[in-house]
């Protein structure tokens, strides 16, 4: 027990210090492990930070990311540590994932990571790759651990799900089996984009109700993504009000910005009924027209908001009909 409590305060200690462990490249093949798939290991991810040197298969490891521990589940990976961006609770995953644990995972805090539980964890490998991308807290991570945090270029909890998928496949080892992943879930929405075809061209605007305000998604957004995946296209005012996030606040004045072919809002944690009766959201284009989709139920909500492979299919099964019965015709 005293071996093991040195252990972790070594592992925080050189975290608090900043001593990333990220090689600068594999040895031997490593490289072109990495192309290949599964194995064998050493191999590397390539990040905005660099490239991540991951010497072995990692059998420990902490999700912290949005929907990484969705996506490590959906490859097979079992996160003994992770954080509930969606606010779940239990097993932190929605229930198209939950029942792939057959162990629950500690959970380690989300927009503040309790870095002495992840020591404590001893992971091999700690998954931040769609998350707010500081140099700091990655430092910090990857004296734990190595760490895959987000590819290049990317905005604050931009990861794209195609990005998170083959980062994650990659560093699990389960390169084979992301790309199968991949190819099953462009599938579906093929089929969603085949099955609804007035989508397809139509704009959107997708927003949320938090505290006492509103707020637009950019198009570095899930949500977004995955309408994009069903052929629409941001409205062009929106993707104005702001760059190098996934989200901008709106005015109540400006609310109308909103209303697109398809006006998509819901309620971040609280009562979609004070959406509904809101004057200001009812007197929107949107709204009059009857393009306005408000999302009532939290679970539908959670999978929309996902962008994890998982989550996305559900969503599509539940919410893309009602997508197409309210875009303007036309």
């Not at 191999?43 to 999700?63: D, N, W």
Request: charged share 20%; aromatic share 6%; proline share 5%.
């Amino acid at each position: 027990m005293h071996g093991r409590a040195r252990r972790v305060g070594a592992l925080l200690g050189a975290a608090l210090l900043g001593l990333v462990l990220v090689g600068c490249g594999p040895s031997g093949a490593g490289s072109d492990d990495a192309a290949e798939g599964s194995g064998p290991f050493p191999l590397t991810v390539s990040t905005k930070f660099g490239e991540v040197r991951i010497p072995e298969r990692p059998e420990r490891v902490v999700a912290l990311g949005w929907s990484d521990a969705a996506t490590a589940l959906e490859l097979g990976v079992q996160p003994v540590g992770a954080s509930d961006w969606l606010d779940f609770g239990g097993n932190g995953v929605g229930p198209w994932s939950s029942d792939e644990y057959t162990e629950s995972p500690e959970l380690v805090g989300t927009n503040e990571i309790n870095y002495e539980a992840v020591a404590a964890l001893e992971p091999d490998l700690i998954l931040n790759t769609r998350s707010a991308g500081s140099a700091k807290t990655h430092s910090t991570l990857s004296g734990i651990a190595p760490t895959v945090g987000p590819p290049k270029d990317t905005a604050a909890y931009g990861t794209g799900w195609r990005e998170q998928l083959r980062m994650v496949a990659t560093a699990v080892g389960e390169k084979q089996r992301g790309e199968q992943l991949l190819a099953e879930t462009e599938q579906a929405f093929e089929r969603a984009v085949s099955e609804h075809p007035a989508l397809e061209g139509k704009t959107v605007g997708v927003g949320a109700h938090y505290g006492n305000g509103y707020g637009a998604y950019l198009g570095e957004d899930s949500r977004v993504r995955f309408m994009r995946e069903l052929g629409m296209r941001n409205k062009p005012e929106i993707a104005e009000l702001g760059s190098g996030s996934f989200y901008v606040d709106i005015s109540q004045e400006r609310l109308d910005v909103l209303s697109a072919d398809l006006t998509v809002v819901f309620a971040v944690n609280g009562d979609s009924s004070q959406l509904r009766a809101d004057p200001l959201l009812q007197r929107t284009g949107a709204a009059r027209s009857g393009n306005l989709v408000v999302i009532d139920d939290p679970r539908l909500v959670k999978a929309f908001s996902s962008g994890s492979v998982p989550g996305m299919r559900y969503a599509l099964r539940e919410v893309v009909p009602t997508f197409a019965e309210h875009v303007a015709a036309g």
